[in-house]
């Protein structure tokens, strides 16, 4: 079954089938409790496929770039075949079915890129951790506490709205991640035992450690973006929360801002956070510097190339979108 339990369909037991729903949390308020709590650490390599296994960024590959894994001509090698086949970009691990397009040449960009922080250990074999107790592993004691006192139930359904039509489907999958931490910050990256511990540092270069809340909200290079330019741009004030669920729900329905804004203002969050993301991995692969008008001309580049096929109530050109976006839109 390659290495994952299924349940069978009608053809299972009722008995096997109660087994799965409890391995997805049904019922318990906690989705997918096993796979979101079990990690592959990757030592040399041999172990673990690459587009299938859950090892890097928290959701296997095939997942983050679902259009690479439908055209990628090797789909069933691990990640040391990769690395030898080479997976920087141009390298030889990027055989493809078709010649691609430029997003999709984008995307390999982008997947070298979360590569590159990865070092295979030759003689180390790949293991699997339990992300609940590092220390001591799976234990059923542990998992019982666990699914027993999830306080919260898992809501998802405030942040299903993130797959939007007008957005690019990559953006709406790392939107999807961001909203539930799961992007390669440097902090994950540190958790999920990619980087080591003293590596966590913003790549802004603000010395703090460098989780998704800090990248967004408390970092001055990007919260600034925020503040003083794309809040100006809008002519909106807001302030910004500590936790980035917390902003994304409060962007798209600001108070005092008509309904009919809040589908364009949530397409606009969508397009902000992309290059605020971009920007960070400048900064780490590129040594660039930071530039916050540069950011702001990419959101709203962004923003107007996704709305523009289909906003309705007023026809606008890009100049009066660069200068009063919601003006063009009747909501203000």
Request: net charge neutral; charged share 20%.
């Amino acid at each position: 079954m390659g290495g994952h339990i299924k349940e069978g369909g009608n053809d299972a037991s009722l008995w096997w089938r109660m087994i799965c729903h409890v391995r997805e949390g049904v019922g318990l308020g906690v989705g997918n409790w096993f796979e979101d709590n079990t990690r592959r650490v990757v030592d040399n390599g041999k172990n673990t496929l690459f587009w299938t296994d859950n090892w890097l960024g928290g959701v296997p590959l095939k997942l983050q770039f679902n259009r690479l894994y439908e055209l990628s001509v090797h789909k069933e090698c691990s990640v040391e075949d990769m690395a030898k086949l080479g997976w920087e970009e141009g390298g030889n691990a990027w055989g493809w079915r078709r010649r691609l397009i430029a997003w999709e040449e984008e995307s390999v960009r982008e997947c070298s890129v979360l590569l590159s922080n990865v070092i295979l250990q030759e003689n180390i074999q790949d293991h699997w951790r339990w992300v609940l107790d590092l220390i001591h592993g799976y234990s059923v004691s542990g998992t019982y506490r666990y699914l027993s006192s999830a306080a919260e139930p898992m809501v998802t359904s405030d942040f299903n709205d993130v797959w939007h039509k007008l957005v690019l489907v990559k953006v709406s999958i790392f939107v999807w991640r961001l909203l539930q931490d799961r992007i390669p910050t440097r902090a994950n990256l540190v958790r999920w035992l990619v980087l080591q511990p003293n590596h966590n540092l913003c790549a802004a270069g603000c010395d703090s450690v460098e989780t998704t809340d800090h990248l967004f909200l408390q970092c001055n290079s990007f919260r600034n973006v925020w503040y003083y330019l794309i809040g100006h741009w809008l002519g909106i004030s807001f302030v910004l929360p500590g936790c980035i669920k917390e902003f994304y729900l409060q962007f798209k329905q600001l108070a005092g801002m008509p309904r009919a804004s809040y589908h364009y203002l949530k397409v606009i969050w969508l397009a902000s956070v992309w290059p605020i993301w971009k920007v960070r991995n400048n900064c780490v692969f590129k040594n660039a510097v930071i530039d916050p008008h540069i950011t702001l001309d990419n959101v709203k580049r962004t923003s107007f190339l996704w709305l523009s096929s289909n906003v309705t109530p007023l026809a606008f050109g890009f100049h009066d979108w660069w200068r009063h976006p919601l003006l063009c839109m009747g909501v203000r």
